[in-house]
């Protein structure tokens, strides 16, 4: 599955009411992002992990309402 970037349109559930797939790529957008960013500058500021996390929430989204759309029979991380 390609991972889709939010450009605007509906927004995203509360964490606590969205579904597994949803949740994976959310943990594994934010985990990447995480990662990269203590790879090359060392330990992650709080206010720069919520930025991640807030972009990984909304991508998430995206990609699981562009996958809905397009009738996508599989949907992982």
Known sequence: MN???WTGGSKPH???T???AERAIVQHLWRKQALTFFYHWGNCPLDVCRTFWK???YDAH???????ET???RISA
């Open 3 to 5: 991972i889709v970037s």
């Open 14 to 16: 509360k964490y606590a």
């Open 18 to 20: 969205i579904g597994a």
């Open 55 to 57: 972009r990984a929430r």
């Open 62 to 68: 995206a990609t699981i309402r562009q996958a809905i």
């Open 71 to 73: 009738g996508a029979e």
